[in-house]
C-alpha cells in the first residue's frame, strides 16, 4: 500500500461535509477513480487550481483497498484548458465527452487509449481546431474502444462486402450496414453516402486527427452526426443529459 502519482483529468467535483471535496477523476492505468480530498475547500497549497472541471492534473493518492474511495494527497496542475471556458459551445462539447467517457468506462473499466483521447480532444477543443468536428470524432473512437463499433465492411443482412462504393443504409439494431437491395432507407434507417462511410470509418480507426481533415462535405458530416446518434442511442439505451448541446 502505497501512494501513487498519476495523470488524471478532473471529472467532476462535490462538496462533501464541512471543508472535503470528493473528487471523481479520470486516469489512465485504473480508469475512474472517486477520492476524497481532505479539507480540500480550505487547503489550497496541496491542490493548486487543480479541481476545474475537465483539468489535466498530476495526483498524488492512496487506494487502501480496490473500489474503495481514494485519499488525495496533493496535486499540480497540468493544463487547465483555459479556453474551454471561455466558450459556452466549447464547455458543452467538453462535457458530452465527459459524460459519455463515464458511461462507456465506469468504475473498474480502463483502458490507457481512452485516457489519451479524452486528454487529445480536449486539448483540441481548448486551441479551438475543428471544434465542429470534434465531438463526432471523439464518439467515433470512444465507442470503438468501448466495444461499439459501427461494422462497416459488410452488409450485415446478405453479408455482401462493402467496397466503398455506392450508398449504404445504417442499421441501428445490427450496429452496421446495409446494402440498397436488402433495405429500404427510412428515419431510422437513414442513408450514408461513400463519404460518409468513409469519414465514420476514419473517425473509428483515430486515423484522421480532426486538425488535419480537409473540410469533409457538410452532407457527409451531418449522416455521420446522425448515424452516431442512433447508434449510441441504440446501444447505449439511454440519452446523454449532455447531447442536447451538440
Ligand atoms: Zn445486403
Same mark, same amino acid.
Do not use: W
Given at each position: 500500500?502505497?501512494? %501513487?502519482?498519476?495523470?488524471?483529468?478532473?471529472?467532476?467535483?462535490?462538496?462533501?461535509?464541512?471543508?472535503?471535496?470528493?473528487?471523481?477523476?479520470?486516469?489512465?492505468?485504473?480508469?475512474?477513480?472517486?477520492?476524497?480530498?481532505?479539507?480540500?475547500?480550505?487547503?489550497? *497549497?496541496?491542490?493548486?487550481?487543480?479541481?476545474?472541471?475537465?483539468?489535466?492534473?498530476?495526483?498524488?493518492?492512496?487506494?487502501?483497498?480496490?473500489?474503495?474511495?481514494?485519499?488525495?494527497?496533493?496535486? *499540480?496542475?497540468?493544463n487547465g484548458y483555459q479556453g474551454l471556458r471561455t466558450d459556452f459551445s466549447?464547455?458543452?462539447?467538453?462535457?458530452?465527452?465527459?459524460?459519455?467517457?463515464?458511461? !462507456?468506462?465506469?468504475?473498474?473499466?480502463?483502458?490507457?487509449?481512452?485516457? %489519451? #483521447?479524452?486528454?487529445?480532444?480536449?486539448? !483540441? #477543443?481548448?486551441?479551438?481546431?475543428?471544434?465542429?468536428?470534434?465531438?463526432?470524432?471523439?464518439?467515433?473512437?470512444?465507442?470503438?474502444?468501448?466495444?461499439?463499433?459501427?461494422?462497416?465492411?459488410?452488409?450485415?443482412?446478405?453479408?455482401?462486402?462493402?467496397?466503398?462504393?455506392?450508398?449504404?443504409?445504417?442499421?441501428?439494431? *445490427?450496429?452496421?450496414?446495409?446494402?440498397? *437491395?436488402?433495405?429500404?432507407?427510412?428515419?431510422?434507417?437513414? !442513408?450514408?453516402?461513400?463519404?460518409?462511410?468513409?469519414? #465514420?470509418?476514419?473517425?473509428?480507426?483515430?486515423?484522421?486527427?480532426?486538425?488535419?481533415?480537409?473540410?469533409?462535405?457538410?452532407?457527409? !458530416?451531418?449522416?455521420?452526426?446522425?448515424?452516431?446518434?442512433?447508434?449510441? %442511442?441504440?446501444?447505449?439505451?439511454?440519452?446523454?443529459?449532455?447531447?442536447?448541446?451538440?
Amino acid at each position: 500500500m502505497k501512494t %501513487e502519482i498519476s495523470q488524471a483529468i478532473i471529472m467532476r467535483v462535490n462538496e462533501c461535509g464541512e471543508s472535503d471535496l470528493l473528487v471523481t477523476f479520470f486516469t489512465p492505468t485504473r480508469g475512474l477513480l472517486k477520492g476524497i480530498a481532505k479539507a480540500g475547500r480550505k487547503s489550497r *497549497k496541496r491542490f493548486v487550481n487543480c479541481f476545474g472541471s475537465f483539468s489535466l492534473v498530476s495526483l498524488e493518492y492512496l487506494i487502501k483497498r480496490e473500489r474503495d474511495l481514494a485519499f488525495l494527497h496533493s496535486g *499540480k496542475l497540468v493544463n487547465g484548458y483555459q479556453g474551454l471556458r471561455t466558450d459556452f459551445s466549447l464547455l458543452s462539447k467538453a462535457s458530452f465527452m465527459i459524460e459519455l467517457t463515464q458511461v !462507456l468506462f465506469p468504475s473498474g473499466v480502463s483502458d490507457t487509449r481512452m485516457f %489519451e #483521447l479524452l486528454e487529445r480532444c480536449l486539448a !483540441l #477543443l481548448d486551441a479551438g481546431d475543428r471544434a465542429d468536428l470534434m465531438p463526432l470524432f471523439f464518439e467515433a473512437k470512444a465507442m470503438t474502444l468501448g466495444g461499439y463499433e459501427i461494422n462497416l465492411g459488410k452488409c450485415a443482412l446478405c453479408g455482401r462486402s462493402y467496397q466503398g462504393e455506392g450508398v449504404a443504409v445504417f442499421q441501428p439494431e *445490427k450496429g452496421g450496414i446495409a446494402c440498397m *437491395k436488402c433495405e429500404q432507407a427510412s428515419a431510422l434507417h437513414p !442513408l450514408m453516402a461513400p463519404e460518409a462511410v468513409k469519414l #465514420l470509418r476514419r473517425f473509428q480507426e483515430g486515423s484522421l486527427s480532426p486538425e488535419e481533415a480537409q473540410g469533409p462535405p457538410e452532407e457527409a !458530416l451531418q449522416q455521420v452526426r446522425n448515424v452516431l446518434k442512433l447508434h449510441r %442511442e441504440y446501444r447505449l439505451e439511454q440519452k446523454l443529459r449532455t447531447s442536447k448541446y451538440l
